[in-house]
């Protein structure tokens, strides 16, 4: 019911609405171009962003909300006639509905707060997804999750289960999965997974990255005796913790904070960079560039 | 000779850089005739933004920074070239060269953090200015002023002078002057002034506007006991600090800061807005939409 | 359940720990005479902050956390040993068991926000209270309230009726609150309410007061153009938001922000100021000193 | 003369106020004796902050501000009169006159915007300093910091000369030191030195520590692109940026901007988190604890 509720929010709020994504290398045109098919295909444009690398040999990275009555029908019209100008330009592109509904699988571990800030910014209607489900090596959320309306599976992981438990949960998620939010699930996850689904994990991590990569970042950070913790959201790569950063956001400590202080205010950090990272993605505002990211927010 | 340095800078990394700024009722088609022309100009477009205000009746801002070989000596000409498509979308624009530097009056009073901090950035090659000179109700900054090579003019103030001082301040700026920074000036201008330079006079509040409007704010602030102080940058207008703000900034304070420690504190956060704000003024980043400003940065 | 849980854990971690809170007028010897006390009657102090408003004719406020073996059932002795010194100062004072549970109820209209903030920070065991009651003057958050063993009031208020509702509401806690959170209750309580439990009423304002006092201020921040929006948590005085500050925190926006978006980024702030405001009530850290707060965090 | 009206200001301010810094093993009636000693000894307590670390066997800190009419000719009795009281409690103490301005000696090199705050903050009258010499290895700022009628010492240094260097810097500050500024001084200080002046030298890292530790930090951040840098200032140790950090801010950065952008931003933070360093020490808020502080601020 609420799932109902947050669609039929966003089919009416972004009715005709669509985003164009483009990356390729910068080169004289390019903006003429696109703004003027955009035009004799009847699109206005909305909103338009635009990052130039470097002008000589550099790429060029755009994101474009616009306008066109019925969209909804004309999508695939749209994108064929954009084929030879993409060929033209060589561009890496996309057009999406920002009515359509990304579909979002939340894993999560024992600790409850990011998936809780999730499920509170979906129901405030903030989030334009469809939660499938929720995928979990620990019973603790399941109450909560179902009592929305929302799937919840158990799958505990021991490090002899680990690959058999990851082919289930792909299996679970074929066709039923967009992106995927790691809500402080507390698994790496393999190659298996990772390849799969690149650029389209995205993790918590409970410090301000670079620093204090891996395990326990809080108790690291109280043992550096740090005045500022952070947390950062990111795409997860085969490299632990080392994925393009999508956000990042800090809080001040100081010396009366010990280690269980420092784990409930990066709680705060945690959920509130988490929730902007999905809502951005959601939002297709995010374009990798490699190992870092373009954010057109 | 810091002046001539600073000069040399920006006409270096600005060579062949101009920037359109662009205000209209929104329509269909904008931004591909804009883009055209540019395009045919052989302006390759290094940086957009816009920012449409509502697609049904609303107004349309764009500001573009692109790179034309020999900009310097064809910008006439593109702007000639431009009418025909301004007067067809009812544009309000200007085209500017990003190397030539505006010329920056700055007022002070006794408190110079604000002036120093200007003085810094444009040392620092930050701000691409020409200081045509100072202004001041007293004597205080005629030294920092001077050794740097910039005209000091000392102009007292009394409520009997006033007008006539102001007639001696527009003389002395009478063409040696794009805007003018009120970098802590403690008087407040006249009509006379303001309507001259209208949007072009930034001025520095200590105070979160609209909170605490008008003289003394720290001790406004300090009674009402505020746990957050701030400052604004904003343009004079008629109607005393309720001109299109520009920038905002706070900061941290508790009960044990007493009212000179505000202004210490203060001092911190106005210096920075300020700075701010005529970085942006310099670099054409803020169109002024009634009484509110959109600021590209 | 969870009420028992929260209970429970606060029991064990706050085992024979107390609080001493002070105001006096500032004079040589208090805090010697209260150190002395404390160390004579077997409490050794924890913690221990203070302020001194002016050595000459100001106000002292102290705030002591200390631990004292058995403190349970010994503090009304160590109460009555404490009046000779309180007397001989005039010192305005209370002594509190941190391990006792503040009875907390909780105002609430239709938007959860906070509220649900509240009920999170409280399951995570964050704050030491018993909400011993919701009241609201409308159904929305009946579930959520319940599911969590929380009795929940619905009273309706018109203008008609309202003192007859506050009589209600006032039978209703009678001998069941200690404090009261207005946690985006869209009523003005009247000071029937308001004189009853004085400093004991903390309201969010969803502006960063004093800017925008009264209703809509996130309209009116719009209207106005600010670059930075605030929330601003207070007690309850007669006079409409102009009660001591406890708490304020801002955001950065846009000019692309329009008023849904203010809202909604306001709601991260609210939600976490209230939340620090309530905290820091529970743990006796507010002093009140007549229209400002002492704060020691 | 700046110097002169900087120590008359501070005279005047700080007449009979003293600081009272303490550390020791924790253990009850510490507090208690400390309070009576100073009121015995017609002390008036002004300001007291304290932290302890764990009343089971962890260390006890304190800075206690007090009035004593006066102070400047009876601190050494006070201090004699203190010892027995040191010894019973195993204190590590110091009892200093706030009116006793400390010799500051900055380091810098070419860059000299820490340099520049640093002198504002003193000429403004926030630093209770004398800066006995700037020592620099360029002539950058020979000019700036000779009109403000401080010493300049020119000390080029290159691998071969850097210990004889250090013995004539050592020499230079004989008997003209309290602490040392590394103002963005881009040399390594060797034993020799770090030793001798241990927990007296500051430093201004260019990133968020322990981030990025080494040199070219913005280099570093730009290609990890991270969302937000920092600054952190810390005292020397023999290993490289781990020294105890004093305090830490940060700022917030995007893909837009490149190296040269992280500098000039960074600039801004490193004089700002730098300045509030200095201040601490000045005003000997910090102590500290192997290799963490406590900062009372």
Known sequence: MVAQHVKTVFQEKYRGVGRMLIACPDRPGIVAAISRFLYENGANILQS????????GG???????????????KIDDLCQAFIPIANEFGIDWKITRASQPKKMVIFVSKEDHCLQELLWNWRAGDLNAEITMVISNHEDSRELVESLGIPFHYLPVTPETKLEVEKRQRELMEGNVDFIVLARYMQILSPYLVEHYRNRVINIHH????????????DQAHKRGVKIIGATAHY????LDAGPIIEQDVSRVSHRDDVSDLKKEGRHIERIVLARAVKWHIEDRILVDKNKTVVFT
Do not use: H, N
């Open 207 to 218: 410090s301000f990255l670079p620093a204090f990569i891996g395990g326990k970042p809080y």
């Open 59 to 73: 790429m060029f990275f755009m994101r474009i909300e616009f306008f066109k009555e019925g969209l909804e029908d």
């Open 49 to 56: 962003d635009q990052y130039t690398q470097d002008p000589e």
């Open 236 to 239: 997860v790569t085969e490299e």
